[in-house]
């Protein structure tokens, strides 16, 4: 996929320090970021690192002639996907709003077509007077986006709102606005949680996934416009924005509703931690100790399930199919053993083991394996990360098969 175009604008406010860590959160996220900033904002933070870290110059001046022969002003509001504005200062706020031109800034604001995002910063009482209000109506209801500001305690000693947000939720909103269309058109089907197995009416034997790497996957596949639908097993977890959810509990129920979707699905992406086991026989009635014939042991036979995946990339066709791998020993060989068993297009393996990975945890580190055996590993990110770098595989697998 092509990496987003970010201009980060930078108004003349002292919250104009934290720009650098939002021009890395963004640069993490894979985006392409370029600065423009009023020459009051240079006052706060400096262009050298600015630059060092986009590794382009930051734009300042309209009419500067060595500026604008790089790239002119037209050009750079026509060059982003989306503008941010961080910090946005009242008079920023106020320029915009009356559509003033007059720096490079807001010339910028006012030529470009690309969405843009606003991160007021200021003086609790600069944000509440009803002229910074009323400006922020205006823009919002020319769909300019806001995030924030955050209360508590501000540089200018008064406590209240005004304080710009968080470096990493700006980028997170940012995101949250630009992936919305690479996987339009797709459908993509994912299963997530532990499957529960059925010994009688009140018994299950099932596992400890709780589903969040899968629901991570449904909700940035559905922010990339895709149609998700997410199968889900064992799990106490909300449902994602715009997806469609079909519950299940054990695996023969869900391989029925996965084999039910799939004809529509583009892509499949198997997150879920599926019994290998059932018991053979579900009892009716609840198995009560009296009625065993020896009172000090319950014997089970299990029996495997169908393999879902497997049985998925045998009707493979032009998908691209993804499973999950949860290891405890040799992660990379048997991930590898099994992508070519199971016959899917990529595998993520996990190390069930580690107490920051897998299981029930918001964090999660992956090796990524391939067919041919190349493996790749993530470090330790946030399951919504390693979703996210997984639906960049699956779209670079999308762009190879249709070239
Ligand atoms: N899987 C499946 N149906 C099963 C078991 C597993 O579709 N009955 C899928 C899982 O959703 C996952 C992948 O297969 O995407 C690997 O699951 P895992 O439990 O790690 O592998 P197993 O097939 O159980 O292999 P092993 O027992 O050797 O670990």
């Known amino acids: 996929m092509e990496p987003a175009r970010i201009l980060l604008t930078i108004g003349g406010g002292i919250a104009a320090y934290k720009v650098p860590e939002l021009l890395r959160a963004l640069q993490k996220q894979g985006h392409a970021v370029r600065c423009a900033a009023t020459p009051a904002a ?29 790239i002119d002003h037209i050009r750079l509001a026509d060059w982003a996907d989306l503008v941010i504005v961080a910090p946005a200062t009242a008079d920023l706020l106020a320029k915009m709003a009356h559509g003033l031109a007059d720096d490079l800034v807001t010339a910028v604001l006012l030529a470009t077509r690309a969405q843009v995002l606003v991160a007021p910063a200021m003086n609790v009482n600069m944000w509440t ?18 995030i924030g500001p955050e209360s508590g305690e501000l540089a200018c000693g008064w406590e209240g709102a005004g304080r710009m947000s968080e470096p990493a939720d700006i980028a997170e909103a940012a995101s949250l606005r630009l992936g919305t269309e690479s996987l339009q058109g797709h459908t993509v089907l994912v299963t997530a949680g532990g499957t529960a197995e059925a010994i009688d009416p009140v018994r299950r034997i099932t596992n400890r996934s709780s589903g969040k790497m899968g629901f991570a996957v449904a909700e940035q596949a559905a922010r990339r416009g895709a149609r998700v639908i997410l199968v889900a097993g064992v799990t106490s977890l909300t449902t994602p924005a715009g997806v469609v959810r079909l519950d299940v509990e054990s695996a023969a129920e869900m391989r029925d ?38 009172q000090s042991s319950l014997v089970l036979r299990l029996v495997t399930t169908p393999d ?18 949860a290891e405890s020993d040799n992660v990379v060989e048997e991930a590898r053993r099994k992508i070519l068993r199971k016959g899917c297009d990529l595998m993520v393996a996990n190390d069930v083991s580690r107490v920051d990975a897998g299981f029930d945890v918001d964090t999660n580190a992956v090796f990524f394996v391939t067919p041919d055996g190349e493996v790749e590993e993530t470090g330790l990110l946030s399951k919504q990360e390693i979703a996210s770098q997984i639906l960049d595989r699956v779209e670079k697998l999308q762009g190879e098969r249709l070239e």
Do not use: M, W, Y
């Open 42 to 70: 240079l006052r706060f933070v400096s262009p050298l690192a600015l630059q060092s870290l986009s590794g382009e110059p930051v734009r300042t001046a309209l009419f500067d002639p060595s500026e604008e022969s790089e």
């Open 129 to 146: 007077h009803s002229a910074t209000q009323q400006n922020l109506e205006t823009l919002r209801s020319r769909g300019v986006l806001v």
């Open 257 to 294: 509703a996965v084999l039910a979707e799939l004809a529509g699905a583009t892509i499949v992406i198997k997150a879920a931690a599926v019994a290998d086991f059932t018991p053979e026989i579900v009892e009716e009635g609840k198995i009560k100790k009296e009625g065993l014939a020896d």
């Open 308 to 325: 879902i995946l497997s049985e998925v990339c045998g009707l493979k066709e032009d998908r691209v199919v993804v499973g999950f791998a």
